[in-house]
C-alpha cells in the first residue's frame, strides 16, 4: 500500500497549484483519503478530505471555496486543486488514509498510510 503525493512547487499569492495524490496497492474510493499540511512551527492541520462510498467532502474554513478536492477512480488518484492562493498556504502537503475505520475528521492524527509531502510554497 503506497500513496504518491506530487504536484507541489513555488507560486505567487493568488496563483494555482492541483495536488496529486496515487494509490498503490488499493482501491482509493473505497477508504477515506485525507489531504493536511504543515508548516514550520505550526501544528499539522487538516485541509481537505473525501470519505469513502458516498464521497462526502470536507473543506478546513480557511479554504473553503478556494480548494476543491476531487477523485478519480480510474486513476485511482485524489486531486487537489488549489486556487487564489495565499502566503499562508505554503506549508508541505501530504495525502492519507485510515484502514482502521477512522474518518475524516480523526485521520490527521490517526492515518494508517501516508505518502511524503510535497511542498507549496506561495511567495511573491
Known amino acids: 500500500v503506497q500513496l504518491q503525493a506530487s504536484g507541489g512547487g513555488l507560486v505567487q499569492p493568488g496563483g494555482s497549484l492541483t495536488l496529486s495524490c496515487e494509490a498503490t496497492?488499493?482501491?482509493?474510493?473505497?477508504?477515506?483519503i485525507a489531504w493536511f499540511r504543515q508548516a514550520p512551527g505550526k501544528e499539522r492541520e487538516g485541509v481537505s478530505c473525501i470519505s469513502s462510498s458516498e464521497g462526502t467532502i470536507y473543506y478546513q474554513t480557511s479554504v473553503q471555496g478556494r480548494f476543491t478536492i476531487s477523485r478519480d477512480n480510474v486513476k485511482n488518484t485524489v486531486f487537489l486543486q488549489m486556487t487564489s492562493l495565499k502566503p499562508e498556504d505554503t506549508a508541505l502537503y501530504y495525502c492519507?488514509?485510515?484502514?482502521?475505520?477512522?474518518?475524516?475528521?480523526?485521520?490527521?492524527?490517526?492515518?494508517?498510510?501516508r505518502g511524503p509531502g510535497t511542498q507549496v510554497t506561495v511567495s511573491s
Open positions: 496497492g488499493f482501491t482509493l474510493e473505497y477508504y477515506p
Open positions: 492519507a488514509t485510515s484502514h482502521s475505520g477512522y474518518g475524516c475528521f480523526d485521520i490527521p492524527r490517526e492515518y494508517d498510510y
